[in-house]
Structures are given as C-alpha cells and as structure tokens.
C-alpha cells in the first residue's frame, strides 16, 4: 500500500459506519460537524469520517474515537430546519487518524491507506469471495432486505477488498460488527470476518421466518375458528338451538338477572359474561371466568333476614343461653329498642375483652338467636396476611376472595351477626398488615362500601352485627380500637360458676353422655368442691372438662358395680378425681407485724398477695425477694421513699435507713408477681415493721400510692374481692376513686365485704393498724 498524509476536516459519527465506494446521506447538527462541513466545502470538498467508540458522548477526543476512519467526498449539502445540515457523502478510502485538533472544528492529520489490487487474486481470497456470494444469496432469499440487482452487480467487482466493503455496505449490521470490518485493513481477514457475519444473519434469517411462519398459522388457525364459531351461533340463533357453550351463556345470564346485584355489579358481570362467550368456556380464561362470575352471583346482594325486634324474648333468649354478662345483654336489648323506632340504624361493632372461658364465642351465638340473624365466625388468631381480608387480586394465579366476602356467601344474607374472633393476636409481615384492612370493614361511616380486590366491585357490610372478641386490648392497634364499642366481661365469681355449672354445663355434659338427671345426682356441696379444688381460672372451660372427666368415671363406676344412678358428694368426687389440685391462701388468723395482706389480679382470676417485711441491724439496705417484676420493685421503692419523708409523723426513728436494714419479701415461691396495685400493701407493711404496730389480719388492701401519699385506682376489683371473701377476708381498703366500681359487684359480694375508700396513705394506716406500740 502506497501511504501518504493529509490534513483535513473531520466529523465524528455516532452509529454510522462508511466504508471506501459507499455513497450515504445522514445528518450533522454538531456545531463543531457543521464548521468541518463549510471547512471542506471552502477547500476541495473532501473530508474525513471516523466513528465513535460511544455514540452516547457529545465532544468525543481522540481517544474516544476508533483509529481508522473514510476519506470521503461531499456530493451534496442540504440545511433542513433547527441548523440541521444533510450531507451526501462518497467513500474513497481508508484512513488513519494520526493527530486532531478540536478548535475551532475538527482538524485531522491521516495517515492514507489504499488498496493495491493483486492480479490474479490468490486462491484463498477467490474461495472466500465465492463462499460469501453464496450465503448472500441465500440471505436474500430469506430476507428480501437486498434488490436482486444489487447483488448481481456484485458479480462485476474484481478487487476481493472492494468486494468486501460493498457487501459490507448493503448488510443490515450491528454497529459494532461494521467497526469491525473497517477496521480489517489486511483483504483475506476482512473477507473471513464477512463471511462469519453473513453466515450468522443467516442462521438469525432462518430462525426468524420459522418463527414468523408458526406465529402466522397459529394466528390463521385462531381467526378460522373464530370466524366457523361466529356462523354457527348465527346458525343456532335462527334455528333455536344451542350448543353447550350457549347454554352455559344463557343460564349464566338467568342467574345474574335473579341475582338482583346493585347496578355496578351487574355490569361487571355482564362484561365479565362477553368474555366467557368470547373466550370460550373451556380455555383457561373461561375457568377462571366462571369461577368469578359464581362468586358474584352466591352473594347476597338483597336477601336479608327480619330482625326479632320483640326484647322481651329476646332477653329471655340471652338469659336462658348465659348466666350473667349483664352489659353484653343490655347493649343487645338497647340495640333492638331503638332499631323498632329507626329502621335505618347500623349495625353495632361490639368488642367482647375478658379471659378466656368466660363465654366470649357463645355469647355471640346467643345474640345472633335472639336477634334472628344468621351467625358466621372468622378467627383471626395468627392471621398475617392482608389478603385474608381484603382478597387477592385476579392477576394472581389462584387469587380467590378475602374472608369477609367469604363469611358473606356463608351467612346467605347481608345483615348476618359476623364474629371476628381472637382479634387481638392477628400478626403481621412483608405482606402487609390486616389490622388496617379491617380498619374499614369497622368503621360504621365506610363499610357500606367495602372494596374486596378479588371482586372489585362494592359490597355494602353496613347492615352487617360485628362483634369481636379479645382477650386483652394492649396488642389491638389504637385506630382499630377506636371503631369498637368495648364492652369487658370479667371472670366469674363463686356464685356464678356455680349456677354456670348447674344451669349450662351439667346438663350439656349429661346429654353428651346420653344420662339424665336422675342417673347422675351432684350435690351443690359437691360441685363447690369441684370448683374450690379443682379449677383455678376466670372462665369455666376447666369446669366443663372435670364435670365431663367426672361423669366418665361415674359411668364406669355404675357398670362395675351395676347401679342405675350415682350421687356424687365431695368425697366421692376426691375419690374419683384424686386429691384438689388447688388450695387457695387463707388469711392470717392473727395480727402480726410487718404482715399485710395485698390484693392481685391474675388471669386466672383474683388472689390474696400477703406481703412480710423485717426489720434487722445494718447499714441501711433494702433487699427485695420473691420473683417481684420491674412495676412492684417500684412500688417498694416509692413506700421506702415515703416513709423516710414522713418518718416523723409515722413516730419512726430518724435515722433507721442509715442503722437498719429492711427485707421485702413476697412468698409464693417461685411464681412472678407484678401490676401496679401493691403500693399501699407495701407501705403499710414497711410502716407495721418500722413502728412495731400489728396490722389488722382480716384487713385486705389494693392500689398504688405516690411519693406524695396519694392513692392511685386499680383495676381487677371483682376479682381482687372474690379472693378476698375466699381467704376469709371481711374489710378491703380500696382507692376512693374505685368506690364507683364496686355498683358493678353482685350483691353475693357486697354482703359479705366492707369496703373503705381512701385518698391518702394516713387514712390507710389508721384503718390497717391497731393502735398504740405491739397492741
């Protein structure tokens, strides 16, 4: 190759590739493109074209540029609109860039190289030459991208490496391969590397149309029995016959018109209907379809049961089904009261709080038969997941609705009693929470439009009785409490398990058990043992199971010994059920110093807390024992602080925090105790101690004191006094601010206790301890 340089004006291509004998326009708005441009045509219009490695870059430098570029000849300049120039341009031949000069326009100093054509051409070059003709033949054939007469123009170019470039030219190349071939300055590697890429857009052409030809019969298969199914329906209208599909079509179409869905439902489902009709019911669309359109029609858009609004049965139905519960009764008769004078009043969303086995689930069921509604249960326990609510959406393979729409189609009407039970253990995770999406199935004011994302339609829940249970209100997040009415059902006292259990749970056990009364006789003594002895809890689900484990043994005992009937007494309850596994704490039978007896509530129910403080020499320590948790250390903490601020009025040595040290203890071995209701127990015993006055052993006491000697309320006082009575206690000091509770108490209580209400702790003390020093 003969090799000369030149000086000349350059333009940088983005995504353009010019080979030597190419004629090509494109367009330049670079300003620095347009100044090469006049440049060029100033001078003898000739000008060098290089690539760009990135067609992405704006002011590209030299090294962002490939090294081989096209000395080209401009045969043409038009200005289109927004200084935009078109160029015509002739490649001529390579070059390589050997310096630039980028102010004021490109300025490139190349290296010419030109092709010396050989004569004859060698062997491997004509091989080459002949094997690319050939697979471009094919390739057109394939593609039809080339004319017929652009390739047999081809047959007149001699030079392989002109050949080269113009085959190069006409291919529909990536950018990259294109480079690539400019830049094979030696013929036989240019050639090689010409054919691998016609080769491979061959193989790439024939893929291409397998493809296009199984798409296209597909396509022609589709249209054709859409076209034969569209006659044959036009057949079977005028004939009055219908296939299957049909059928299927019109009975589908009955069943939304009897289903009396409101207005936008309808319209959804007949949308939904032309799809099953167009799809046909056997495609995989159709099944989903139908499954859709099943959901719409079993819901109960108007079926609605006729409330009893008769509260004088309705009561009688409440009370014969359950013992007490006084506040769930009265919100149910009140409901039904004012639903006879306002026909339009929504439905109340009750929340049930107590310890469980107080009749939370069954007193629900008891409402819904007194009310006449249809009853459905939703447990809520361990739910995590906020499409068990609101439903899945129908993009999802499986989607299905949530369990309100669910519980809806069960209950077969839309003013069903809905329970949702175990509200406050529902979870949550990435899934989202489903404690806001029942957000607006509780509210009164937005569940008249309640959206489940499987239907998406609305379903009107405001007529819908919500209630739900709980066993504590800490775990229910604040905004869904806030749409509940909570309504506490505390744990049953003495007397009341013991009607419960004659009045509920011996029959049910007697008719599971196929006896009758008269077979199986239980003294009221008797079933007091059962209840003293054998169960420990606020509800009566334990007294169920040993009345049921007790008649088992009964009946075994009757075919042994071939009696007809059994009266059981408390022995022969000990003998069949063994010794009691609980005894409850009795009080002091004397007064003691330093010995108080404290109230506590557990969820079992209420229990006596005594709580015993000494007083030995030392150097001022204070020790707490006995599995005491963070809120009763406190409340310890607080009485020692104010005894040695009011030392003097209590008549207690000055210095006895510095020359004594005081030991807390409260027994019950091992089991943890803690609440915020022992501050005053705690004071009034570490005062007995200190001063040496015996405490009042038939005085209980509950509530929190400050550092001030204000008495704080507690909570539990049912079940702090049933325990109080139970241990022989007869005086419970209480806070003054409780004294409200105690119209809450059954009278069993208030006749067998007296209750002090106090402000302060002077007036605990003058009510707990006896007078005068070791009296």
Partial sequence: MARKRRTLPMIPLRGITIFPYMVLHFDVGREKSIASLDEAMMKDQEIFLVPQKESKLENPAKEDLLSIGTLCVIRQLLKLPGNTVRVLVEGISRGRLVTLKEEPFYKATIEILEETAKEPSSVEEEALVRSVKESLHAYVRHTGYMPQEAVMSLDDIVEPGRFADTVASYLMLKPEDKQSLLLALDVTERLEKLLVIVNKELEIAKIEKKIGTKVKSNIDKVQKEYYLREQLKAIQD????????????????????????????????????DRLRNSGSYSQEGGIIKTYLDWLISLPWKKETKDNLDIVKAREILEADHYGLKDVKDRIIEYLAVKNTAQTLKGPILCLVGPPGVGKTSIAKSVARAVNRNFVRMSLGGVRDEAEIRG?????????????????????????????????????????????????????????????????????????????????????????????????????????KLNIARRHLLPKVLKEHNLTEDQLKISDNALKFIIEGYTVESGVRTLERTLASLTRKSVAYMLEKKKDAVSLTPQMVEKFLGHPKHMYDRAEKEDRVGVVTG????????????????????????????????????????????????????????????????????????????????????????????????????????????????????????????????????????????????????????????????KTVDEVLEKALLKGENS
């Fill in 238 to 273: 005028e004939l009055g016959e219908y296939d299957e599909d049909a059928k299927e079509y019109f009975a589908y179409k009955d069943k939304i018109e009897k289903a009396k869905m409101p207005k936008e439902a309808k319209e959804k489902a007949l949308y939904e209907l």
């Fill in 392 to 496: 899945h959406r129908r993009t999802y393979v499986g989607s299905i609705p949530g369990r309100i729409i669910y519980g809806m189609r069960q209950a077969k009407s839309k003013n069903p009693l809905f329970l949702l039970d175990e509200i406050d253990k529902m979870a949550n995770d990435f899934r989202g929470d489903p404690a806001d999406a029942l957000l607006e199935v509780l509210d009164a004011e937005q569940n008249g439009t309640f959206r489940d994302h499987y239907l998406e339609v609305e379903m009107d829940l405001s007529k819908v009785m919500f209630i739900t249970t709980a066993n504590t209100l800490d775990t229910i997040p604040r905004p869904l409490l806030d749409r509940m009415e909570v309504i506490e059902i505390n744990g049953y006292t003495y007397e009341e």
């Fill in 599 to 758: 109230l506590a509530w557990t969820m079992f129910g209420g229990d006596i807390l005594p709580i015993e403080v000494t007083v030995m020499e030392g150097t001022g320590k204070l020790e707490l024992t006995g599995q005491l948790g963070d809120v009763m250390k406190e409340s310890a903490k607080a009485a020692y602080s104010y005894i040695r601020a009011h030392r003097e009025e209590l008549g207690i040595e000055s210095k006895f925090y510095k020359d004594q040290d005081i030991h807390i203890h409260v027994p019950e071995g091992a089991v943890p105790k803690d609440g915020p209701s022992a501050g005053i127990t705690m004071t009034t015993a570490l005062t007995s101690a200190l001063t040496g006055k015996k405490a009042k052993h038939n005085v209980a006491m509950t509530g929190e004191v400050t550092l001030t000697g204000r008495v704080l309320p507690i909570g539990g006082l049912k079940e702090k006094s049933l325990a109080a009575a139970r241990a022989g206690i007869d005086t419970i000091i209480i806070p003054d601010k409780n004294k409200f509770d105690l119209e809450k108490l059954p009278s069993s209580i208030l006749s067998k206790l007296t209750f002090i209400p106090v």
